[in-house]
Structure formats: C-alpha cells, structure tokens
C-alpha cells in the first residue's frame, strides 16, 4: 500500500508524493515512522546549500522515530519502539520525512520505556548531540563545583537550548551566545544565567590569546567564534565543537592548546559506538525533564517543511522542532 514521503528533486522542487515499500532503499529493519524533526542540516539540503545528496529523488531528515514492523535482524521485533540519530540518515539514505523507512539495523537504537517516540524527537538528534557534548566535557574534568560559567554558542538553537537546559540542571553556571534578542527571556527561562551577544564572540580576541573566561564550553557555530571561544577558555578546560554553521575554517594557533591545556574535542553523533549512544539516551531520560523540553518544542506537519525549512536558515526558529509525519 502507498504512503505519503517528502521528496526532494534535482531541481531543489519539494513535494508530498504516494511511495511504496518497493520504493525503499535497502536495509534489514523497515520502520513504520512516528515523528522526525526539522534541523539546520535538514534546511540546508532542502534548499541545495550542501552537497549531500548524491541521488534523486531523495527523502531528507536526518532522524526519526518509530515502531519495527518488520525486520530481518534479531535484535529487533515488529512492534519495538526505535529512534535513529546519524548515519548519514537523511543525506545519502533516505530519511525521516516519510511514513515509512527501511534501515540497516547497526543504525537504530531502542528506545527506553520512559521515553516516547514524540518526546524521543523532541530530544532528537539536537538533544542527543547535547548530551553526547555535556559527557564529553564531564570526562575531561568538568564539574558544577568549579568557580565559573560554561559557554555554549549558538544557544538558541535546537542542540544549544538543549545543552543550556541539561547543564542548568546538573548545577552548572550557563552563558548563552546568541544573536537573537527575541530568544533572551526564552534562554533565561531555560537556566542561562549570563547572555552574551553573538557579535562579541564573532569580533573575536586582538591576540592568539585573550582573558581567561569559561570553564568549559559548547560550540555550535564554528568559524570565528571558535577561535575565540578558544582563545579565552581557562587553563585546562575542553571545549565541544558540534556544529559549523558560521564557516568550517579554523584561524587560531597552537598557543591555546600549549599555553593553556585546552582541549578541543570534536562531537560526531552519526557514528558513535553503540554503547555510547544507549548511555545518552539513558540519561537524557533522567537529566532532560520532559515539561522542559516541551517548553522548547513546537510540531508541525509534512506540508509545513519547505516554508519552516527556510526559516530555519534564517535564525528565525529556537529551540525543537518535531515533524508529525502521520498529520
């Protein structure tokens, strides 16, 4: 039986078009979509900014979550609740932005009894990037009794409110970049603590080094910003580069890594292990408490996905967007 799939053409056109299971690319768990989410990532393939997509017509979003109605792996039986972050999901395999996909198995994860598959989209690939960007910090020394606050960039964004939200609660002292005055009040009421302009941290440092700031910090943006998140991290403190939205070049030196200690590590949520991802999924159920996140999360359906998608580039969105495939 057909079911419904945004698909993406060559010529950059948009349209809900009838698709059957034949139509599927190949893989040995076919799930039966609830719920995807609408990402920088998804925007800029939507409207030909990167070349991902080696194959048309393609169906974007870069994850999803559902129920197993058939499968050819063991681990996993019709009727089990799963969510697929990464992968590369959504840019060479077809992804979350249809009522149905078929995947390799290595690629999902159960989801906890806790977890919804709406609140599991809700967390999304955002909330999982957050997570994955809090633990690694945590297992380079961070902790909320050190004297200071913890940075993260690009704060209003889907991964950025998150991470703003999960280290507010674990006791830690926030400051959120953003350059959107419309989202102050909405990162104050996350926990952030101090707001700090974008256009501060784009100007960046007079030198390879400035005053010593943050304890630790989240970079969702890249570019300049980087460098100067960089240039003003305390001694032997990490920071978390997730995103690279403003430019993916890095203009810095090596004085902060041998004058200071820092650690720049690098947050790659589409092949993490297994057992890592399990981990985050565990503790998102604990540390992310759902009435907060659905204080950061809107839904829409299929049909709204080309007009949102363009927002979504234009920093005119904040926090988690959730696709209703099914409305």
Excluded at 9 to 37: C, F, H, R
Excluded at 46 to 72: C, R, W
Aim: glycine content about 10%.
């Amino acid at each position: 039986m057909a079911f419904n799939a945004l698909q993406l053409q060559e010529d950059m056109s948009l349209a809900i078009n009838p698709i059957t299971e034949d139509d599927l690319p190949a893989g040995e768990v076919l799930v039966k979509v609830d719920y995807s989410t609408l990402n920088y990532k998804d925007g800029l393939i939507m409207n030909g900014l990167v070349k991902l997509v080696k194959q048309y017509p393609h169906v974007p979003g870069i994850d999803f979550s559902g129920t197993v109605e058939a499968s050819e792996d063991e681990r996993y039986k019709p009727g089990d609740r799963v969510v697929l972050n990464g992968w590369r999901v959504g840019e060479i395999h077809w992804g979350g932005y249809a009522q149905k996909a078929r995947v390799k198995a290595d690629w999902l994860v159960p989801l906890p009894d806790e977890i919804s598959t709406k609140r599991a989209m809700a967390i999304g690939t955002a909330g999982y990037t957050a997570m994955l960007s809090v633990m690694a910090l945590e297992e380079h020394g961070l902790t909320p009794y050190q004297d200071g606050e913890v940075l993260v960039t690009g704060a209003s964004g889907g991964v950025g409110s998150i991470a703003c939200a999960i280290l507010a609660r674990l006791g830690y002292q926030v400051a959120g970049s953003t350059g959107s005055e419309d989202s102050h009040n909405y990162l104050l009421e996350l926990g952030v603590s101090t707001i700090v302009p974008r256009a501060e941290l784009e100007e960046g440092p007079r030198g390879p080094l400035g005053a010593e700031r943050w304890i630790g910090a989240i970079d969702n943006v890249g570019g300049t910003t980087l460098h100067h998140v960089l240039a003003t991290l305390k001694y032997w403190s990490c920071c978390a580069s997730v995103g690279l939205a403003a430019s993916n070049e890095l203009n810095t030196t090596v004085l902060p890594f041998l004058m200071r200690g820092i650690t720049l590590q690098g947050i790659d949520s589409a092949t993490c292990p297994y057992e890592r991802r399990v981990k985050a999924y565990q503790r998102l159920v604990t540390e992310l408490p759902e009435d907060v996140l659905d204080s950061m999360t809107s839904t829409i359906c299929l049909s709204d996905l080309p007009e949102v998608g363009k927002k979504i580039l234009k920093g005119q969105t904040q926090g988690r967007i959730i696709v209703d495939v099914n409305s």
